[in-house]
Nanobody, 121 residues
Framework: QVQLVESGGGLVQAGGSLRLSCTASGSFLSINVMGWYRQVPGQQRELVADINSRGSTNYADSVKGRFTISRDSTKNTVYLQMNSLKFEDTAVYYC???????????????WGQGTQVTVSS
């Protein structure tokens, strides 16, 4: 039905930058929210940032001022620009989206497979 395809993860030194991207494909009516979560082994998955269809954004306190989320609705793509990366940012990052598949206004959460971001000193 709907797939989220991620790219941009990898290994980076502390203080460096990465940009993640995620594109939704398949059969759906519309996308409401797109965003990113991250998870460290043994820890709870947490919200990093999200953005709705109007461009309003939310950020975790730990990434405010360093990360920027954006989207290109014409391409069904969300981006996460990560600057001034810290060791604590090391995690698997998961793209997500709330998508209306069969009824307008009824949205379901869809997840990507995850991409590893590793920050080294």
């Amino acid at each position: 039905q709907v797939q989220l395809v991620e790219s941009g993860g990898g290994l980076v030194q502390a203080g460096g930058s990465l940009r993640l991207s995620c594109t939704a494909s398949g059969s759906f009516l519309s996308i409401n929210v797109m965003g990113w979560y991250r998870q460290v082994p043994g820890q709870q998955r947490e919200l990093v940032a999200d953005i709705n269809s109007r461009g309003s954004t939310n950020y975790a306190d730990s990434v405010k001022g360093r990360f920027t989320i954006s989207r290109d609705s014409t391409k069904n793509t969300v981006y996460l620009q990560m600057n001034s990366l810290k060791f604590e940012d090391t995690a698997v990052y998961y793209c997500y989206a709330t998508i209306a598949t069969t009824q307008w206004g009824i949205y379901y959460e869809t997840w990507g497979q995850g991409t590893q971001v590793t920050v080294s000193s």
